[in-house]
């Protein structure tokens, strides 16, 4: 069974490495099934981002405690 959070990583690293070629002058690129051209650039911005707060969420810890002293 494969950890979800290493599949999120994947992705992420797979949507950051089409921004680069794209940006570095690359007209399109395969991710998977899917071709990216220049234009959906921004889409592209979107979805790192998306997979980048997903992934934050998720390698937080679920609870938070806090203690607090009483002044005196």
């Known amino acids: 069974m494969s ?3 290493q599949e999120l990583r994947e ?3 797979g949507v950051l490495l089409a921004i680069n070629k794209i940006e570095n002058g ?3 690129y395969r991710i998977g099934q899917r071709t990216v051209r220049r234009p959906d ?4 911005y979107a979805e790192y981002r998306n997979l980048s707060d997903e992934i ?3 390698s937080r810890p679920r609870s938070t405690v806090a203690i607090l002293r009483r002044r005196r």
């Open 26 to 28: 690359a007209q399109e």
């Open 41 to 44: 650039l921004a889409a592209l």
């Open 11 to 13: 992705r992420r690293d």
């Open 3 to 5: 950890d979800p959070l």
């Open 56 to 58: 934050d969420r998720k």
